[in-house]
């Protein structure tokens, strides 16, 4: 089963700088964004967190672990999530 890797740039105040939080998933179906921003939204939700950025998911592809963190770096500062598929 695809193992995913689902980042986001999340605050927990207004006027906090934004950091990344991660978290992973396993689905036999490929996600696409509106499934990611769902989970992402459910998740916050319970962890008292704030989305920050424009709110845009963005595929990252596929890749070992650290390649995936790597191009979470890459993204551009305004995008809220990115997602990867983890290689085993």
Sequence with gaps: MPKYLISYRKTEE?????????????????LESHAVKERVEKRMSVLGERLWGN??????????????????????????????????
């Excluded at 207004?14 to 978290?23: D, H, L, M, R």
Aim: hydrophobic share 35%; with cysteine.
């Design 14 to 30: 207004s006027g906090q700088k934004p950091e990344w939080a991660a978290f992973t998933c396993e689905s036999e179906l490929s």
């Design 55 to 88: 709110g845009e998911a963005v595929w990252l592809g596929t890749g070992r672990l650290d390649d995936v963190l790597y191009k979470r770096e890459e993204a551009a500062p305004e995008i809220s999530i990115v997602y990867g598929q983890i290689e085993s």
